[in-house]
Structures are given as C-alpha cells and as structure tokens.
C-alpha cells in the first residue's frame, strides 16, 4: 500500500493568513493526488484533482501543486468558511489512500 | 444532479453482517464508466478505502478488510451495495458511498451524506 503522510496534523490560523498543508506519498503517484474539504458531521468534498486541478466551484484561493511524492495545498486569504478538516488522498494504485488529515480552526 | 443515498441498519450486533446499500439518482450506475466505492471513517478518525466497483461488475477492495468484504452493483435497481462480515465494535464509522471518476484524476466526485453503523450488543 502506498502511505500518505500529511503535515501538520493540525494549525490554527486567522481570517486572511496563507496555510499550506503538504502531503507526502510514500513512493511516485505521479499527478494522482487529490484534496477533499470535509466540515463536520458532513460528507468530505473534492476540493482539487490531479493535484493541481481546482473543482469547479472551488474558490480560486485554493491551490495544489506537486507531483511524484510531494504535494502540497495552499490556501490565501483564508476565510471563515475554510476552516475544517482537509485531506489527501492518492489514486494511482489500489488499495486507495488517504493522509490522516490536517484540521485548520482558528487562531 | 447527480445524488448518492446510503442507508442500511444503524446498528448491527457483533459476529453479524452489516449491510448498506447507495442508491443513486439522477443519473445511471451504468454510464460513465464510473467506480462506485465504499469509505469510511471511525468517530474521530481518519478516512479509509474499503472498496469499489465497476457496472461491469469488476471490482476491488482493500487488502486489510478484503477477506470480509463484498460489494455488488445492481443496474436495474440504480445501487450498489456493501456487505461486511463478522463485524467487531472496531468496524463502528460512518460509512460513505461515494463515485470515483475516471475522467477526473480518479478522484471522489460525489460523495455521500454517510451512515453511522454502530456494532454494539
């Protein structure tokens, strides 16, 4: 199985910061990485695929970058919205993946 | 749209069966050429991959449950379904059923609300 290591684990930050949360794979995904959104008590939600593809409807301020094993999510200008738990997760082999997750909540 | 509806017992007893079904609306299990997956999520954990499977039946699951792990797909009732045997309180999580795209990097799409199964006594 491929490991998705995510970092940190967890941040707090303010209304307008810049978070970036990175993802490691344990060996090359090539550009099969994706990040989910989940809020709590809700279903998680596709933010970006293929690592660097931002869903549509997904606000502009999210952005992924990276490929082979490291991956990374940036969010500017955070807002009050944002704050929730984000995930990582590879699609390039079975069993699918995902990184532990990073919760942001505010400062 | 598009819309995915889990359901199946809110409990199940230890040494049973768990059994949930997805429905799937507004669209058909049998176009797009979709995966159709089971994850899940124990309370304040993490997500994990159980499986997933294709309207052609072809399917996959994860290695850690695969010995206990079924899933099926049914086209004229629009559902896919997942069954997990010989649950213990360890198999307790949401369960989500969600659809893996592969016009889309392979990734989630649609997901879910989720079910809590609880396995208790």
């Known amino acids: 199985d491929i490991q998705m290591t995510q970092s940190p684990s967890s941040l707090s930050a303010s209304v307008g910061d810049t978070v970036v949360i990175t993802c490691r794979a344990s060996?090359?995904?090539?550009?099969?990485l994706n990040w989910y959104q989940q809020k709590q008590g809700k279903a998680p939600q596709l933010l970006i695929s293929?690592?660097?593809s931002l869903q549509s409807g997904a606000p502009s301020r999210f952005r992924g970058s990276g490929s082979g094993t490291d991956f990374t999510l940036t969010i500017s200008s955070l807002q009050p919205e944002d704050f929730a738990t984000y995930y990582c997760?590879?699609?390039?082999?079975?069993?699918?993946?995902f990184g532990g997750g990073t919760k942001v909540d505010i400062k | 749209q598009v819309q995915l509806q889990g359901s199946g017992p809110g409990l199940v007893k230890p040494s049973q069966t768990l059994s949930l079904t997805c429905a799937v609306s507004?669209?058909?299990?049998?176009?797009?050429?979709?995966?159709w997956t089971w994850i899940r999520q124990r309370p304040g954990k993490g997500l994990e991959w159980i499986a997933y499977?294709?309207?052609?039946?072809?399917?996959d699951s994860n290695p850690s449950l695969k010995s206990r792990v079924s899933v099926s797909i049914d086209t004229s009732q629009n559902q896919f379904s997942l069954k997990l045997t010989s649950v213990t309180v360890a198999d307790t999580a949401v369960y989500f059923c969600?659809?893996?795209?592969?016009?889309?990097?392979?990734?989630?799409?649609?997901w879910g609300r989720g079910t809590l199964v609880t396995v208790s006594s």
């Open positions: 997760q590879q699609s390039y082999s079975v069993p699918r993946t």
């Open positions: 293929s690592a660097s």
């Open positions: 499977i294709h309207d052609t039946g072809s399917s």
């Open positions: 060996r090359s995904i090539g550009g099969y």
């Open positions: 507004g669209g058909s299990v049998s176009s797009g050429g979709y995966w």
């Open positions: 969600a659809r893996e795209s592969p016009m889309d990097g392979e990734s989630l799409d649609l």
